[in-house]
Each structure stands twice: as structure tokens, then as C-alpha cells.
């Protein structure tokens, strides 16, 4: 067996590649990071510096002038994490001053889908054209919107969704190897089972293959291939903007807010059910993909009619026991 090629070069080579094999023996596919990484691995061999030190480190921040200041300090961030593995070995080692990164952007807000917009899209997805390269784009786009909306996937999850990923005797989807190398079964209730039926149905009448490795969000292109994140992106941004779907900035939503969408709907829906909810959110955890309910947090967004079904849910269990203030005068406030 060939021996795997060396990723760097520089005299931080075997401490880099030491922190790369720690990073990816955890589970994390960590590409992006290595890229950064790289960069800056050339960027000491062609300026012959010994070592990473402050002046190198700026003059290697110069070379990202170019790219937002999010951008930037998230690559920054990169190269100190690196630099706080190494001191753990090397505690006289440079490890850059965070607090002198570009300032941490506010986080966008979620556009939080409605069922009411759903069926809207839906609606205009129907009538979208069928071009030679994607003969099945109205029913494609219909079932990747239905997917995103009621399962909560990540966009990457389901574009690499194939046919053989679905059981129909079971009613189940199979998410492989997902963000964290995990893989994981999604149930799909009656009506989800009959939209990807329907889709089945439509590919039968088309007479295209019902091979179990074909992609499940197909299009016609290079003899049969995935629909592409950007190309996925592009339609659905052409249903946005004829039914009007925005967020309140006047910006189109993102895909990633269908799944925003799905943890703030699962969780009114237990609200409006009377479940406990404490111990529904690790159920929600599973179902994403997270490894902890920590991570679910992130997308319960607190909007309206959460807002109003968590103060009634508080009402009826505890408002008995809040009593108006007195006022000074002795009458209740």
C-alpha cells in the first residue's frame, strides 16, 4: 500500500499533521480546516519562516484582506485552535491574540416557513418548466420541498439521498455518513410515504431507471446525476420570489431554514399537544442528526405562536400562584 503523500511542507509539518489525524480520528471531516491550514503551510515555506510566529502570522492574515471580516476571522480561528493544540507540547509556542480578530457578526435570523407558505410552494412547483436536462423538475422539487420541510435534513442529506434509501415496507429514509460521519434512519409518517410514492410513480411512467444507487433528487444531466446544492438553491429561489416568500429584511430564506422550520413546528406541536416537552427535545436531537439536545437548541427560534403556547402552557400550570403586586396605596397594581 502507497504510503498517504505528506499534506505539508513547512517546518510545521509533523505538528500539523499530528493535529489533522487527531481532528479526523474524532469523527470530523474537517476539509475546510485543512485548506485553511494548507494556506498558510505554503505560505511559511515560500516565505521561509522557521516558525509561525506573530509577524508571520500577520503578514499571512494580509493575504485574506480580500474576503469578508466573518470569513476572515473564522480562518483566523482556524490557525489558533491549531496554535492551542500545539502549545499543549510546545507551551513557548505563538498562539495569536483572539480578542485583536474582525468582530463576530450578528447571526442571521431564520426565516420560519408556515404551512401556508409550503403549500404555496408547492403550488408553483407545479408549474415549473420541464427542461430536457431535468424532465422530472416539477415533481423533484415538489419532494425535496416536502422533505426539507417535514423531516428537517440538511441540504447535503438530501441531495445524496439515492431510491434504495427509502424502504417502503417500512416507510423509512436512510441519512448516510451526515455531518458527523453518522448514519441514521428517519420514520416518515403516511402522507410523507405517499408524496415519495407518488414520486416513484412518476419516474415508472417516465420509464427512467429504478436502480437502488440512482439519485433520489435527479436530473437528466451527465446521463443521470444528483441535483447540485447551488442548482437545488436556484429553483427553489425562483419559487421564492414568485410566491413572494421572504424574510423580513426583504432577503429570500435559505434552504437551511427548512430545517429551522422543523425543529420550531416539532416543538409548538407539542406545546399545542400538551406533551412534555423537556423530554421530547432529545427525540429531536436523534432525529437531526445532533449528538446532544445542546446542539438542537440552536434552531428553536422563540417567535410567535411559540411564544403565546409556552406563556399559556406557564398560565395553566403556575398562574395561580403569581399575585398581582400591591400597589404603595394598598390596592393591586
Known amino acids: ?41 505554503r505560505f511559511l515555506q515560500a516565505g521561509n519562516y522557521s516558525d509561525l510566529d506573530a509577524s508571520a502570522f500577520q503578514a499571512w492574515c494580509g493575504t485574506h484582506e480580500h474576503v469578508a471580516s466573518g470569513v476572515r476571522r473564522g480562518r483566523m480561528f482556524t490557525i489558533y485552535n491549531f496554535c492551542l493544540y500545539r502549545r499543549r507540547t510546545e507551551p513557548r509556542c505563538f498562539v495569536p491574540d483572539p480578542n485583536a480578530f474582525p468582530v463576530r457578526h450578528q447571526p442571521l435570523i431564520p426565516y420560519i416557513f408556515s404551512e401556508t407558505d409550503v403549500a404555496r410552494l408547492l403550488k408553483a412547483a407545479a408549474d415549473l418548466e420541464r427542461p430536457t436536462v431535468s424532465p422530472l423538475r416539477p415533481e423533484v422539487t415538489r419532494l425535496a420541498i416536502v422533505l426539507l420541510f417535514t423531516t428537517g435534513i440538511r441540504r447535503g442529506e438530501l441531495v445524496k439521498l439515492t431510491l434504495g434509501d427509502y424502504n417502503r415496507q417500512d416507510a423509512t429514509l436512510l441519512i448516510r455518513e451526515t455531518k458527523f460521519f453518522k448514519s441514521r434512519q428517519l420514520p416518515v409518517n403516511r402522507s410523507i410515504a405517499q408524496e415519495i410514492d407518488r414520486y416513484f410513480q412518476a419516474r415508472s411512467r417516465k420509464g427512467l431507471s ?24 436556484y429553483t427553489l429561489r425562483q419559487l421564492f420570489r414568485q410566491c413572494q416568500v421572504v424574510t423580513a429584511r426583504g432577503s429570500f430564506p435559505r434552504i437551511h431554514d427548512f430545517r429551522h422550520s422543523f425543529a420550531v413546528n416539532a416543538l409548538l406541536r407539542w406545546y399545542r399537544m400538551g406533551a412534555d416537552v423537556g423530554t421530547k427535545l432529545p427525540l429531536l436531537a436523534t432525529y437531526l442528526g445532533h449528538g446532544q439536545a445542546a446542539s438542537t437548541h440552536y434552531y428553536l427560534q422563540f417567535i410567535e405562536p411559540l411564544r403565546t403556547a409556552m406563556s399559556n402552557r406557564f398560565a395553566e400550570h403556575y398562574g395561580p400562584l403569581v399575585a398581582p403586586e400591591p400597589a404603595p396605596n394598598g390596592r393591586l397594581r
Open 1 to 41: 500500500m502507497m504510503a498517504r503523500p505528506p499534506a505539508f511542507s513547512s517546518s510545521l509539518a509533523p505538528a500539523l499533521n499530528r493535529y489533522v489525524d487527531l481532528k479526523q480520528a474524532l469523527g470530523r471531516r474537517f476539509s475546510s480546516q485543512v485548506y485553511m491550514l494548507r494556506s498558510m503551510d
Open 210 to 233: 429504478s436502480s437502488p444507487d440512482t439519485p433520489l433528487i435527479w436530473n437528466a444531466g451527465q446521463g443521470g446525476r444528483p441535483y447540485t446544492g447551488g442548482g437545488l438553491k
